[in-house]
């Protein structure tokens, strides 16, 4: 059974930073691609960025310089760094594997990031 357990959300003044973390179990982890998505009030999921199995990166326009995806595969983890937090970076963040061979897409329960002063 798949399963994605993301956590490291909260609540952030802007300007601040914040790691995420999504633990996978159930899939092997090294071939997946892996990403983060973002889903605000209102609005649709969206990609905020994603690591190949071989480790090429990818970022949304909007958070490139500022976020930081990362995978250990010793830990069935990805990471994703945020720096330089702004308001409009507020969302439930969920964390996505995705087999390259069989394009089964699994998703994590999310976790919450609130920037506010």
């Known amino acids: 059974q798949v399963q994605l357990v993301e956590s490291g959300g909260g609540l952030v003044q802007p300007g601040g930073s914040l790691r995420l973390s999504c633990a996978a179990s159930?899939?092997?982890?090294?071939?997946?691609?892996m990403g983060w998505y973002r889903q605000a009030p209102g609005n649709q999921r969206e990609l905020v960025a994603r690591?190949?199995?071989?480790?090429?990166?990818d970022y949304a326009d909007s958070v490139k310089g500022r976020f930081t995806i990362s995978r250990d595969n010793a830990k069935n983890t990805v990471y994703l760094q945020m720096n330089s937090l702004k308001p409009e970076d507020t969302a439930v963040y969920y964390c996505?594997?995705?087999?390259?061979?069989?394009?089964?897409?699994?998703w994590g329960q999310g976790t919450q990031v609130t920037v506010s002063s």
């Open positions: 690591i190949m199995r071989g480790g090429f990166t």
């Open positions: 996505n594997a995705v087999n390259p061979f069989t394009t089964t897409s699994n």
């Open positions: 159930g899939i092997m982890f090294s071939i997946y691609n």
